[in-house]
C-alpha cells in the first residue's frame, strides 16, 4: 500500500527537487528556449518579409517584362508597317517608271513611224514623178514622130506661157 500513498517526507523531497528543477529552469532555461523561440519567430517574419520583397520584385519584373514585350511588338508592328509603306512606294515608283518608259519608247516608235512614212511617201513620190515623166517623154514621141508635131506643140507651149504672164 505504500505504493498508492507516498509518504509524506517522499512527498517533501519530491517537492523541493521539483521546486529547485523549476528554479533553475526558470532561472536558466526559459530564457534561453524563449530567447530562442524569439529568435526563430524573427528569422522567420524576415524569411516572410524577404519572399514578400522577392514576390514585389518579381511582380515588377513580370510588369516590366509585359511592358517591353508589348513595346517590342508595337515596334515590329510599326517596322512592319513602314517596310510595306516602303515596298509600295517602291512597286508605284517603278510602275511610274516603267510607264514613262514605256511611254517614251512608244513616242519614239511613233516618231520613227513617221520618219519612215514620209521618206516612203517622198520614194513614192520621187518614183511616180520618174514615171510620169517615162510615160510623158513615151507620149510625147508617139505623139511627136514628125518635125511639123513637134513644132506645133512649140507653138502651143509658148503661147500657154504667154498667157499665164
Given amino acids: 500500500m505504500s505504493l498508492l500513498t507516498p509518504d509524506i517526507g517522499l512527498i517533501f523531497w519530491m517537492l523541493i527537487a521539483f521546486g529547485v528543477v ?14 530562442m523561440v524569439d529568435e526563430r ?3 522567420i517574419d524576415d524569411s516572410l518579409e524577404s519572399a514578400r520583397q522577392a514576390n514585389e520584385k518579381l511582380a515588377k ?9 508589348k513595346q517590342a511588338r508595337e515596334q515590329q508592328s510599326q517596322i512592319l ?9 517602291i512597286v508605284e515608283k517603278a510602275q511610274t517608271e516603267a510607264t514613262i518608259a514605256g511611254q517614251k519608247i512608244l513616242e519614239e516608235a511613233k516618231q520613227q ?3 519612215e512614212k514620209e521618206d516612203a511617201i517622198r520614194d513614192i513620190r520621187r518614183q ?3 514615171l510620169s515623166v517615162e510615160i510623158a517623154e513615151k507620149v510625147l514621141r508617139q505623139s511627136l514622130k514628125t518635125d511639123k508635131d513637134q513644132m506645133a506643140m512649140i507653138d502651143r507651149l509658148l503661147d500657154e506661157m504667154d498667157n499665164k504672164k
Fill in 128 to 130: 511616180v514623178g520618174l
Fill in 81 to 89: 508597317a513602314d517596310a510595306m509603306e516602303q515596298r509600295k512606294q
Fill in 41 to 43: 519567430k524573427k528569422y
Fill in 113 to 115: 513611224i513617221e520618219v
Fill in 22 to 35: 523549476f528554479f533553475v529552469l526558470v532561472k536558466f532555461g526559459w530564457p534561453i528556449i524563449t530567447q
Fill in 61 to 69: 519584373i513580370q510588369e516590366e517584362s509585359a511592358a517591353l514585350l
